[in-house]
Nanobody, 124 residues
């Protein structure tokens, strides 16, 4: 089992920044990737960004490319989502997730383990 704990959400004005953290614990040695997803009220969960667990290559949704950066601190077993130039449409609950396979594209929500989510609210 893998446990994921998110932190760093909050309320920010449009144009501001937030950094989300996702601390992983448990049997993480078999993980292949970690992703960030978000879900706004009344909408489906959508992909935001992902990073390979080892190697560190990344992928982003077009809606956040150039504004968000996913990174990792392997010593702390923590992944981050730096969010800059936030917009009201970025308002959502953000979830981190981890997977131990490559069966499906890593932009799909086919992840084995999920965090509890953290609320991000961007005011206009």
């Amino acid at each position: 089992q893998v446990q994921l704990v998110e932190s760093g959400g909050g309320l920010v004005q449009a144009g501001g920044s937030l950094r989300l953290s996702c601390a992983a614990s448990g049997r993480t040695s078999s993980m292949t990737a970690m992703g960030w997803f978000r879900q706004a009220p009344g909408k489906e969960r959508e992909f935001v960004a992902a990073i390979r667990w080892i190697g560190g290559s990344t992928v982003y949704a077009d809606s956040v490319k150039g504004r968000f950066t996913i990174s990792r601190d392997t010593a702390k077993n923590t992944r981050y989502l730096q969010m800059n130039i936030l917009k009201p449409e970025d308002t959502a609950v953000y979830y981190c997730a981890a997977r131990d396979h490559w069966r499906t594209p890593w932009g799909t929500p086919d992840y084995n383990f999920w965090g509890q989510g953290t609320q991000v609210t961007v005011s206009s």
